[in-house]
């Protein structure tokens, strides 16, 4: 039941940091987050409303807090890469998810506003990501719960997994019978 459960919340496996990230991974990295918008509007924008209360495991969210999710989450990751761009070493700001899934915008407001954001944004990520430097992608900011440094060419890798990883979670609970 146990490992069930982890395939529904990891559909993709988790995020494991590659032992070398070459251009080429990168490039695919950088293309897998420009496309993203484009692939989960394809998924959710033919839904009916009732199709987007659908949990993707027990107790999971649903379609529509995943998309508002993504909305959340990247605009957080955009903004930590900007401070790592621009500032030394900044610690981030960490976001309570789980609450943040429970308000009102994306509990129950239309998943419209969250794909129109969510395009915006990865058109300027996109840009932004194309631009920098083999010096800029070693900028790094510091996860203020591990104190870890986070290299924005790793903090690529992990949102092409969050990209790939919440798509998942869609096609998974559009599939599911419950």
Same mark, same amino acid.
């Given at each position: 039941?146990?490992?069930?459960?982890?395939?529904?919340?990891?559909?993709?496996?988790?995020? &494991?940091?590659?032992?070398?990230?070459?251009?080429?991974?990168?490039?695919?990295?950088?293309?897998? !987050?420009?496309?993203?918008?484009?692939?989960?509007?394809?998924?959710?924008?033919? $839904?009916?409303?009732?199709?987007?209360?659908?949990?993707?495991?027990?107790?999971?969210?649903?379609?529509?807090?995943?998309?508002?999710?993504?909305?959340?989450?990247?605009?957080?990751?955009?903004?930590?890469?900007?401070? &790592?761009? #621009?500032?030394?070493?900044? #610690? !981030?700001?960490?976001?309570?998810?789980?609450?943040?899934?429970? $308000?009102?915008?994306?509990?129950?407001?239309?998943?419209?506003?969250?794909?129109?954001?969510?395009?915006?944004?990865?058109?300027?990520?996109?840009?932004? $990501?194309?631009?920098?430097?083999?010096?800029?992608?070693?900028?790094?900011?510091?996860?203020?719960?591990?104190?870890?440094?986070?290299?924005?060419?790793?903090? !690529?890798?992990?949102? &092409?997994?969050?990209?790939?990883?919440?798509?998942?979670? !869609?096609?998974?609970?559009?599939?599911?019978?419950?």
């Amino acid at each position: 039941m146990q490992h069930e459960l982890e395939k529904l919340r990891y559909p993709i496996g988790r995020f &494991a940091v590659p032992d070398h990230i070459d251009k080429q991974l990168l490039n695919d990295w950088i293309k897998t !987050i420009a496309d993203f918008p484009a692939r989960l509007k394809s998924e959710v924008s033919d $839904l009916p409303d009732i199709a987007l209360e659908k949990r993707y495991r027990p107790d999971g969210w649903t379609i529509r807090q995943v998309v508002h999710h993504c909305a959340d989450s990247h605009m957080n990751s955009f903004v930590r890469f900007k401070l &790592a761009l #621009t500032e030394d070493d900044p #610690t !981030i700001k960490l976001y309570e998810e789980n609450l943040w899934a429970e $308000l009102p915008d994306a509990k129950h407001n239309p998943i419209e506003s969250s794909l129109k954001l969510l395009e915006g944004l990865h058109q300027r990520w996109d840009i932004l $990501l194309k631009s920098l430097s083999d010096e800029q992608l070693e900028r790094a900011f510091i996860h203020p719960v591990t104190k870890r440094y986070i290299s924005l060419k790793v903090n !690529i890798g992990l949102y &092409a997994w969050h990209c790939n990883h919440h798509l998942m979670h !869609i096609v998974n609970a559009k599939n599911r019978s419950v």
